[in-house]
């Protein structure tokens, strides 16, 4: 991971750019010189990081032509080196011999290209920097949240504002407004792409689905063959220029657009803007399922899309930020029936892999937040950060609780399976992949473990979910997205893990410390678990099977189970275990 390549300290690019032309005394037209330095024309001037990335991105966009450089005041003789050299031998743009410039120092050493050519090039990018509020710019907005102020609000006034293009991934969308919102986009002439797991569904049946209202909006929908788990939006982000990534807005995170995620669970999102590495990365990521979709049929009148192709070496590189996506786990196949379909490489691991990497190089603290831990190569890795010293601590749904005699069954049927799978070991890893809760094995390990628990037996309807997915080590990096702790998630679902700095995002950072602190204590000033004892003890009605929302140990919620099978008559009953929704207290001995 990129990140830990530079071992987390990163400095931010300010400061005076150096660059290594050579002296000529050849003069052109416009003052620049064959191979002269742009820094004779700058002084101790500098090129802010907006700047930098912006020329970057502008010379090494296909669509920048000699004549488009020429209108910008680019002098005829740089702007023809300048597209010569990113073109490659063969003169064409595109192409496998294309050499993109790496920085502006490669671009300095283009002969003819000096401090004049720059000015221009600055100059054509400087009305973009200058709409922007920071660079970058970078806020997290926490659920549970009231409406107006929720990342549901946020989302909707970044569509609003949206002058080019939306395109948004998301498994969950139930929100009228923000599909209001899409319209109004289409009606302004934004172009809008959704790529909906819904449509998964709802392409069998589509009249009064969602995904048809989606489309009756104008919102051209899409799926594809696998769980589409993202929950991103990207506005105006680089469809068809790359210069567009300076000024993109992305919104990312844990939570779907939906009243739950905004009002009731405990979700993060993060709104960014002036990364030009995420948003071409997310704009890589969303045209890839894009072209590899499949049609929702509603309404036919959408034309066929493409999209800009997005090389990696055009992507500058923000070493505050890194992103990881597991669609890099799956190659794409066709199906003569179904069109193309993602289909699972064995033995790849991607988020994993970067997830273990950040934990492993933790010196002194963890903290998890997140709704699943199923992940055996995650466990491990905190098992052994725990072993050598790391204070760990973990915050989990408490779905995810599982007592001793739960755990030994688990580990009777791993045993089992690997029996069954012999010498394979194809079989054996997917034994070992299997659903597996993490939760007691990484409790016995001496990880301080929390779980928010709001209810005898988990059930969507009143959960109030800790549906966080993030990770914080060394109070330093941050790493947040889609994706649980999970092999299902790695191997079975396209999910996102965005990884940031705090010595570039200090105070998103921040902010998710502060936020863990926050949850860790959930219900604690409140003293919800003492009272709930005093009322199952000491009351006289029926025992609550829900109720309010706390962080409790391991120790803490087999207590209070135990305490409800010894005060309830009816609480392992068929019809309680099978709809739990239904039986939210228990009758009393």
């Known amino acids: ?71 910008g005041g680019v002098n005829t003789r740089a702007a023809k080196r300048i597209v010569a050299a990113r073109d490659g031998d063969d003169g064409v743009a595109g192409t496998e011999d294309d050499v993109l410039f790496t920085d502006l120092e ?31 710019d970078a806020r997290v907005i926490f659920s549970p949240q009231a409406w107006d102020t929720s990342h549901v609000a946020a989302a909707e006034a970044l569509i609003d504002g949206a002058e080019q293009s939306v395109d948004v991934a998301m498994y969950s969308f139930r929100v009228t407004s923000i599909r209001e919102a899409l319209g109004r986009a289409i009606r302004r002439g934004v172009k809008v792409r959704f790529i909906f797991e819904s449509a998964n569904g709802d392409h069998k049946d589509p009249a009064g689905t969602s995904s048809a209202a989606l489309e009756d909006e104008g919102v051209d929908v899409r799926y594809i063959n696998k769980i589409m788990h993202h929950k991103f939006v990207l506005v105006d982000g680089p469809q068809t220029r790359l210069m ?13 657009l939906s009243s739950s995620a905004a009002t009731r669970y405990d979700e ?9 590495e995420l948003a071409l990365r997310f704009q890589q990521e969303f045209n890839h399922m894009w072209e590899n979709s499949r049609d929702f049929i ?41 069109g193309p379909t993602f289909s699972v490489v064995r033995g790849r691991n991607e988020i994993a892999d970067a997830i273990v990497a950040l934990v492993d190089s933790a010196q002194d603290t963890i903290k998890v937040a997140s709704g699943h831990l199923r992940s ?25 609780f599982i ?99 705090a010595a570039r995002y200090g105070t998103l950072v921040a902010d998710f410390i502060t936020n863990f602190g926050v949850i860790w204590q959930t219900g604690e000033a409140e003293g919800h678990y003492l009272s709930l004892l005093d ?44 709809s739990p929704e239904s039986h939210r207290t228990c009758s009393r001995k």
């Open 1 to 71: 991971m990129k990140l830990l390549r530079h071992t987390f300290q990163h400095a931010l690019l300010a400061g005076a750019v150096v660059f290594a032309g050579c002296d000529s005394t050849e003069a052109a037209p416009d003052g620049d010189e064959e191979n002269s330095s742009a820094l004779a024309g700058k002084a101790d001037q500098a090129f802010d990081p907006c700047h930098q990335d912006g020329i970057l991105l502008l010379v090494n966009d296909i669509t920048t032509t000699v004549d488009a450089l020429k209108t």
């Open 106 to 136: 490669a671009v300095d050493k283009v002969p003819w290209v000096g401090s004049r050519s720059f000015e221009q090039l600055e100059g054509m990018v400087r009305d973009r920097c200058a709409s922007l509020t920071g660079y970058p």
């Open 244 to 256: 567009d990534a300076v000024s993109a807005r992305l919104l990312t995170g844990s939570a779907n």
């Open 268 to 276: 993060n999102t993060t709104v960014v803007s002036g990364s030009p």
């Open 298 to 338: 509603w309404d036919d009148t959408f034309a066929p899309e493409t999209t800009m192709t997005i090389a990696d070496a055009a992507i500058p590189d923000d070493q505050g930020v890194d992103v990881s996506f597991t669609s890099a786990n799956f190659q794409i196949k066709w199906s003569n029936t179904y």
């Open 376 to 400: 055996r190569p995650v466990a491990e890795a905190l098992e052994a950060a725990i072993v050598r010293g790391v204070r760990v601590q973990i915050y989990l749904d408490g779905q995810e």
């Open 403 to 501: 007592s001793a005699g739960t755990h030994q069954y688990q580990l009777d049927a791993l045993a089992e399976c690997l029996v069954a799978a012999g010498t394979s070991e194809a079989k054996q890893q997917d034994c070992q992949d299997k659903g597996f809760y993490y939760s007691y094995p990484l409790h016995l390990a001496g990880a301080e473990l929390r779980f928010k628990h709001y209810s005898y037996r988990w059930h969507y309807s009143y959960a109030e979910q800790m549906h966080h997915k993030y990770i914080i080590v060394d109070d330093t990096i941050v790493a947040s997205g889609s994706y649980n702790l999970s092999d299902n998630a790695e191997h079975n679902t396209l999910e996102n893990m965005v990884f940031y700095d």
């Open 535 to 578: 009322t199952i003890t000491n009351g006289t009605g029926d025992v609550p099977m829900v109720y309010p929302s706390m962080a409790l140990t391991w120790d803490e919620v087999s207590s209070l189970k135990q305490l409800i099978r010894d005060t309830c008559t009816d609480e392992d009953d068929e019809d309680h275990r099978r």
